[in-house]
């Protein structure tokens, strides 16, 4: 951990005079700006101009696990006296924020990353790639308001990386599509000349995430663990940390690979992976087509021409099945904090008037 007696500049981190006008309320106060690093168990660590404090995010813990402090939220911290510790008093506005969707029944949704503006899909070429699999990383990509971009790890042990590269492609329009090879430093230079001031890494376990990290970062930051040549294994991070890339060009987020990855109020994100069978739909002689053999179907049309895959026209109907059921279970909770909430005033204002009918009777 730096010193606190040590100047950082934070514009390395992304700060600019947006982040600064944003929070000039806070400096009038004596507080100061960090971005968080690494976030567990109520702690976390941020970086500000004083160097990397430990601080405690107790004062910001809302009950919605999509808004709790997160790597690379911009924090306002109090640094207080030794005794006391550094506290994280409040966030600014996020820009994005990588969200996928609960991975049980009792969770909404968990935050990956915040402030990011490229979100670097990693996919291992040691093994067929689930292209289903590739379209939730894109649709919650392009949800998070960040630009996507695909990079295919592991591109040595693949002879055929070019016809897996052309499938990739197919169904990620508009993303740019990156062969790499971290271990022989092949293709980082192209990778790299596509990310932005801020970037996270997501994927599956085992696709060599942290690998491609330390190529990008240029030092053994994250611990790398040799997995079997079935490309699957235990992931090596387990917490996400946020790391500053060469030459002052902006951060990297790595993160814990993913088993689930499910799509939240992603609508829009659905849109723009699929934009291929939206603009088919476009074409359907009915507004409500369900393009299931109705009269007219656009969609069933370039399926029978071979122009669209049936893989690929289910996908897409069970990612927006399940994107509906989310926005369901989010309407079903906010109804119900709704309703304890209105309890509570009832019971607040009828204890109230309880006091006042007492009082007036003494």
């Not at 919605?64 to 939220?73: F, K």
């Not at 042990?157 to 430093?185: F, K």
């Not at 951060?251 to 992976?273: F, H, K, N, S």
């Not at 399926?303 to 279970?329: H, Q, V």
Request: hydrophobic share 40%; with cysteine; proline share 4%.
């Amino acid at each position: 951990m730096s010193s606190p007696s040590a100047f950082v500049d934070l514009s390395r981190y992304g700060w600019d005079e947006d982040w600064q006008s944003a929070f000039a309320p806070y400096a009038a106060q004596g507080l100061i700006p960090g971005r968080v690093a690494r976030v567990d168990r109520g702690l976390c660590d941020v970086v500000t101009p004083r160097g990397t404090l430990r601080a405690d995010t107790a004062l910001v813990t809302p009950r919605d696990p999509v808004r709790i402090v997160c790597t690379g939220d911009w924090a306002v911290v109090a640094d207080g006296a030794a005794e006391v510790g550094a506290q994280v008093r409040a966030l600014l506005p996020r820009r994005t924020a990588v969200i996928r969707g609960g991975a049980s029944r009792r969770s909404l949704g968990q935050v990956l990353a915040a402030n990011v503006d490229t979100v670097v899909v990693a996919v291992s070429l040691a093994v067929e790639p689930d292209l289903g699999r590739v379209e939730r990383f894109l649709a919650l990509a392009w949800e998070s308001g960040a630009a996507p971009v695909v990079a295919l790890t592991k591109a040595d042990l693949a002879p055929d990386a070019d016809l897996i590269r052309g499938d990739i492609e197919r169904i990620a329009p508009d993303v740019p599509v990156h062969a790499v090879s971290a271990t022989e430093r092949e293709g980082l230079a192209e990778l790299r000349a596509v990310l932005g001031e801020g970037t996270v890494l997501v994927g599956q376990s085992g696709v060599g995430k942290s690998t491609l990290a330390n190529a990008l970062v240029g030092a053994d930051a994250m611990d790398v663990r040799a997995i079997g040549v079935d490309g699957k294994g235990r992931h090596t991070t387990t917490t996400r940390e946020l790391l500053p890339l060469p030459g002052g060009r902006g951060v990297l987020i790595d993160t814990p690979g993913l088993r689930g990855v499910g799509v939240m109020d992603a609508a829009g994100g659905l849109q723009q992976v699929f934009a291929d069978i939206d603009r088919l739909a476009a074409d359907c002689r009915f507004a409500d087509c369900g393009h299931l053999g109705e009269p007219g179907c656009a969609v069933q049309q370039a399926l029978d021409d071979g122009e669209l895959s049936f893989r690929r026209l289910e996908s897409y109907r069970k990612l927006e099945r399940e994107n509906r059921w989310m926005a369901s279970r989010a309407d079903a909770r906010l109804r119900a904090e709704a309703r304890r909430a209105r309890i509570e005033r009832d019971r607040h204002w009828g204890e109230r008037g309880q006091g006042r009918h007492a009082n007036h009777r003494v």
